[in-house]
């Protein structure tokens, strides 16, 4: 019982720290400048909706990925972290990572499919941690992950809902402090699933 509360905590916190809800407001109300109140909440519910489906499918498929691509475990785990480890690496030197990087967009409902779903909210770094999550599971933790992954598409959903609100009540100082503390836990994950990989290799060459 205790592993598995340890498993959802861990699972909580880097999906939190991946997605970054609050860092990504800024995004969004960037992204909806100008849009009327039903518009924003229209693309807010298709752009979470969309992620969710997204990161489902790898999170059920991930395991028949590996086997047709042929990719082991511990590349998967040591590449993931590499690309995790810099996405949170950019986020600390308050750049925005390449895998999100997007161009001026004009307010229309496309907008939720990209660059919102895609890949500001299930980008390379979300799949990877969600995959890393189920590399080597049971069934139990998969439910677990897809449903810790729904709770937090509902609390991006509402934080975008809020975002007027948020930044009003909060000042941008203070969501990039936050975001600077979300690339530190970002490349920490990353860090450790090096440290994994690495260890799953030299485990696999002694067997």
């Not at 909706?49 to 489902?56: D, N």
């Not at 941008?172 to 290799?201: W, Y």
């Amino acid at each position: 019982m205790d592993n598995m509360i340890t498993f959802c905590i861990t699972v909580f916190t880097g999906f939190f720290a991946i997605t970054n809800p609050i860092s990504n407001m800024t995004v969004f109300l960037s992204l909806t400048q100008g849009a009327d109140k039903k518009t924003k909440l229209d693309i807010n519910r298709r752009a979470n909706i969309i992620a969710f489906i997204i990161v489902t499918v790898f999170v059920l498929l991930g395991k028949f990925i590996f086997e047709l691509f042929n990719i082991s475990i511990p590349a998967f785990k040591i590449t993931g972290g590499i690309l995790i480890f810099f996405i949170g690496f950019d986020m600390l030197q308050s750049k925005q990572s390449n895998v999100k990087r997007i161009n001026k967009v004009n307010v229309d409902e496309n907008i939720a499919v990209s660059p919102l779903a895609i890949p500001i909210l299930a980008g390379p770094g979300t799949i990877v941690t969600a995959m890393n999550f189920v590399s080597k599971v049971e069934m139990l933790q998969i439910i677990l992950v897809i449903a810790i992954f729904g709770c937090m598409s509902l609390l991006t959903y509402y934080t975008f809902k809020l975002s007027d609100f948020i930044v009003r009540i909060v000042g941008n100082n203070v969501i990039s402090v936050i975001g600077k503390i979300m690339g530190l836990i970002i490349a920490i994950i990353g860090t450790g699933m090096i440290i994994q990989g690495i260890k799953l290799s030299f485990d696999l060459i002694k067997n």
